[in-house]
C-alpha cells in the first residue's frame, strides 16, 4: 500500500505560481511512478503530468506544457507539481496518484490516489 497526501492548493491569480506537493508513505516511493491529474467542476478527471520512479521521464498534457514542471525527491518521498503562469481554466482539484516503475497517462493505471487539493485561479 502506498499512501499520498497532496498539499500546496489554493487561491492565486491569473499568472501567478503555486507548488503542489504529494507526500507518499508506505511501499518504498522510489519504485513508484507518480502522477498529477485534475477535476474540474462539472468535468471528468484529466491527466496533467506523469514522472518515473527515477525521474528521468515525464510527460504532460498539451494544455500545461511549458508551465507546469514535474519532478520528485525520492530520499524525502515527496513529488512535486510546480505550476507558474496560472490561468483561471486551471481551477481544480489536483490529485496526485502512484503505479509501479512506468508513467502512465490512464487514470486506470494508478493503484494509489491521494485525497485531493484546491486550486482556484481567479482572472
Known amino acids: 500500500q502506498v499512501q499520498l497526501v497532496e498539499s500546496g492548493g489554493g487561491l492565486v491569480q491569473a499568472g501567478g505560481s503555486l507548488r503542489l506537493s504529494c507526500a507518499a508513505s508506505?511501499?518504498?516511493?522510489?519504485?513508484?511512478?507518480m502522477g498529477w491529474f485534475r477535476q474540474a467542476p462539472g468535468k471528468k478527471r484529466e491527466f496533467v503530468a506523469t514522472i518515473s520512479w527515477s525521474g528521468n521521464s515525464t510527460d504532460y498534457t498539451d494544455s500545461v506544457k511549458g508551465r507546469f514542471t514535474i519532478s520528485r525527491d525520492n530520499a524525502k518521498n515527496t513529488g512535486y507539481l510546480q505550476m507558474n503562469s496560472l490561468k483561471p481554466e486551471d481551477t481544480a482539484v489536483y490529485y496526485c496518484a502512484a503505479r509501479r516503475r512506468v508513467t502512465a497517462t490512464l487514470q486506470s493505471d494508478y493503484n494509489y490516489w491521494g485525497q485531493g487539493t484546491q486550486v482556484t485561479v481567479s482572472s
Open positions: 508506505g511501499r518504498t516511493f522510489s519504485s513508484y511512478a
